[in-house]
């Protein structure tokens, strides 16, 4: 299992983001991922719309999961309509 940093922009709204974010947790776990540390980073302007929203509301995830799962991930996280965006990060141990 490899350290991978989750950077994830959900919509502002309260029901939104709360449907996103466990969402997020729910498909990370479905896939045997370790949550080590979640961590919100609050609301932002975001450089350019996303799914009409000017605004988003980012939070950091440091997880520990099998390479070969990140693509399953990914393909979840796109289906989502809560997520606005999200990034993959391998971290050097």
């Keep these: 299992m490899r350290k991978y940093e989750l950077m994830v922009i959900f919509p502002i709204e309260e029901e939104k983001f709360k449907t996103g974010i466990e969402g997020v947790r729910g498909g990370l776990s479905e896939f045997g991922a370790d949550i ?20 988003g509301r980012y939070v950091l995830f440091n997880i520990r999961v099998n390479p070969a799962k990140i693509i399953d991930i990914d ?19």
């Design 36 to 55: 080590e540390k979640e961590e919100p980073f609050g609301d932002r302007e975001l450089c350019y719309l996303i799914k009409k929203q000017s605004r």
């Design 75 to 93: 393909g979840r996280f796109k289906l989502n309509q809560n997520v606005l965006k999200f990034l993959f990060v391998r971290v050097d141990e």
